[in-house]
T-cell receptor
Framework: DAGITQSPRHKVTETGTPVTLRCHQTENHRYMYWYRQDPGHGLRLIHYSYGVKDTDKGEVSDGYSVSRSKTEDFLLTLESATSSQTSVYFC???????????????????FGAGSRLTVL | AQSVAQPEDQVNVAEGNPLTVKCTYSVSGNPYLFWYVQYPNRGLQFLLKYITGDNLVKGSYGFEAEFNKSQTSFHLKKPSALVSDSALYFCAVRDFNTGFQKLVFGTGTRLLVSP
């Protein structure tokens, strides 16, 4: 988990309230991701970023927004939290590179420790 | 769409015995395949990957994985399991549909190694 800090690590909130999760990296990696982990579903991609101010949707983006104003920070916002958003959220980072080279670090994601969110 | 399947929710093995955690994939084109491990209350850690080349890939902590194109499988193996190997294991494949290096993960397999 070195080089990636997620905050808060635990949060309990009520339905309808806004929530922001923060991911901070010190690796200067270009790509950043937000995944959620749920039993029976594994990890599913919410949003990702390929540079400052460059973001795009993943497979489960409804109800979430993101922002990346600096290389090191990637914020995930739930505008109005719902119980279905109770989950463990993971931030990840990676670097572009020669993806077809076996020794390349491309495609290798480094994950943060996770943020456990409970929406009551 | 690119996808991976992990058919076993849990695998039980005795310490010292060989272990196998199964993964099958469905992709168009050549697959880029990965294994990650998650210990309790931690993020996922990279174990190994297959991009091209030798079908037997060696990774961290004594793990290896065998790529089998005819069976579309990428099973994770270790010759002698340790109690400390008990964790949640995820198989993943790169999604090339968008041209961006996203990974699609399986649902995970819990490995329990008994003393």
């Amino acid at each position: 988990d070195a080089g990636i800090t997620q905050s808060p690590r635990h949060k309990v909130t009520e339905t309808g309230t806004p929530v922001t999760l923060r991911c901070h990296q010190t690796e200067n990696h270009r790509y950043m991701y937000w995944y959620r982990q749920d039993p029976g579903h594994g990890l599913r991609l919410i949003h990702y970023s390929y540079g400052v101010k460059d973001t795009d949707k993943g497979e489960v983006s409804d109800g979430y927004s993101v922002s990346r104003s600096k290389t090191e920070d990637f914020l995930l916002t739930l505008e109005s939290a719902t119980s279905s958003q109770t989950s463990v959220y993971f931030c990840a980072i990676s670097e572009p590179g020669a993806a077809a080279a076996p020794s390349s670090g491309a495609n290798v994601l480094t994950f943060g420790a996770g943020s456990r969110l409970t929406v009551l | 769409a690119q996808s991976v399947a992990q058919p076993e929710d849990q695998v039980n093995v005795a310490e010292g015995n060989p272990l196998t955690v199964k993964c099958t994939y469905s992709v168009s084109g050549n697959p880029y395949l990965f294994w990650y491990v998650q210990y309790p209350n931690r993020g996922l850690q990279f174990l190994l990957k297959y991009i091209t080349g030798d079908n037997l890939v060696k990774g961290s902590y004594g793990f290896e994985a065998e790529f089998n194109k005819s069976q579309t499988s990428f099973h994770l193996k270790k010759p002698s399991a340790l109690v400390s190997d008990s964790a949640l294991y995820f198989c993943a494949v790169r999604d090339f549909n968008t041209g961006f290096q996203k990974l699609v993960f399986g649902t995970g397999t819990r490995l329990l190694v008994s003393p």
